[in-house]
């Protein structure tokens, strides 16, 4: 089992910057990609960032390609995401998300087996 703890969201301006960090604990040594969602009022989880554990390769939805960026320290066993150039329709809570076995469905929630308690990110216009 993994453990999740997300930090760093917060309320924002548009144009504004936030880093969200997940720091993973326990059987870490079976990571193989991290991923961030969020989730909306009224709507459903929807897939924001992956990065691989090993290879550091990253993927991101189209709404947030060239805004925000995924990194990790293998060394802390965490994962960042940098948002930049927020909107407020970037408002939701995000959540980390471990996977610990290969697959090619990184933007599917399925896909992952250990998710964090979410934090929540507002940015207001």
């Known amino acids: 089992q993994v453990q999740l703890v997300e930090s760093g969201g917060g309320l924002v301006q548009a144009g504004g910057s936030l880093r969200l960090s997940c720091t993973a604990s326990?059987?870490?040594?079976?990571?193989?990609?991290m991923g961030w969602f969020r989730q909306a009022p009224g709507k459903e989880r929807e897939f924001v960032a992956a990065?691989?554990?090993?290879?550091?390769?990253?993927y991101y939805a189209d709404s947030v390609k060239g805004r925000f960026a995924a990194s990790r320290d293998n060394a802390k066993n965490t994962v960042y995401l940098q948002m930049n150039s927020l909107k407020p329709e970037d408002t939701a809570v995000y959540y980390c998300?471990?996977?610990?076995?290969?697959?090619?469905?990184?933007?599917?929630?399925?896909?992952?087996?250990?998710w964090g308690q979410g934090t929540q990110v507002t940015v207001s216009s």
């Open positions: 326990g059987r870490t040594g079976s990571t193989y990609r």
């Open positions: 998300a471990h996977n610990s076995f290969p697959s090619p469905y990184y933007r599917s929630p399925g896909s992952y087996d250990n």
């Open positions: 990065i691989g554990w090993s290879a550091g390769n990253t």
